[in-house]
């Protein structure tokens, strides 16, 4: 309305072009600061770390998420630096995920630095062959064997996230094993786990699970 009126009072003059432009400016810069104003009082939604499913149960309690599965977790008894930001349980089948699927996210330094995913009632080549890889290395964990994959293909992309959480990039290798009903994944986000530490945390609960076999048997 403002700028119609400035047109007719001014049709053809340098003076009124002038007023249209200042106003336009105006216009301009208080839209800007209006979105900018919304920005901050209103901040991103955060990103999710965890595939988001229907009825996946979410909790930062790894014994939380041990209560609400049949079969024993273990985490590693060191995790280099980083802890457990959330856990994310999945009772039910979906589209990506086996029913009692559990998967632990790793932070550290406002950065998400692994994720280890226990996976039931599928075997050690069923869950390698999710995956596409340039390079793949056997080892053996816990007298079994397993699998250090490199991803084929991934370009590592990192993207920040809401304040208050954790930042990620893309999976570029992950370790793949097997402890007791489960297929164990440890996945290094742009390599912030090492090799050694990825095999080393595996190692750790392979472990964990035989002395607990071990002691079950001593006990009959």
């Not at 001014?10 to 209006?34: D, E, N, Q, R, Y």
């Not at 990103?47 to 024993?72: H, N, R, Y």
């Amino acid at each position: 309305m403002i700028l119609n009126r400035l047109l007719q009072k001014h049709p053809a003059t340098h003076k009124g072009s002038a007023k249209f432009f200042l106003v336009l400016f105006a216009f301009i810069c208080v839209a800007a600061v209006m979105i900018r104003l919304a920005q901050w009082l209103i901040p991103d939604a955060p990103v999710p770390l965890l595939l988001q499913e229907d009825g996946m149960i979410q909790t930062t309690s790894f014994e939380e998420a041990q209560k609400k599965t049949s079969e024993p977790l273990r985490l590693p008894e060191d995790l280099f630096g980083s802890e457990v930001f959330v856990v994310g349980v999945y009772p039910e089948t979906t589209d990506h995920l086996a029913a009692g699927t559990v998967i632990a996210v790793l932070t550290k330094d406002g950065w998400r630095t692994g994720q280890i995913t226990y996976t039931p009632n599928i075997t050690l080549e069923e869950e390698k062959a999710k995956y596409f890889s340039v390079r793949e290395e056997e080892l053996v964990i816990g007298e079994k064997s397993a699998f250090l994959l490199l991803l084929q293909g991934i370009i590592p992309s990192c993207k920040t996230n809401a304040e208050g959480f954790p930042g990620a990039c893309s999976f570029t290798k992950v370790l793949l094993f097997e402890v007791d009903e489960f297929v164990i994944t440890i996945a290094s986000d742009n390599g912030k786990l090492t090799d050694g530490e990825m095999i080393a945390m595996a190692r750790s609960i392979a472990v964990q699970a035989t002395n607990i076999s071990v002691d079950d048997g001593g006990g009959q």
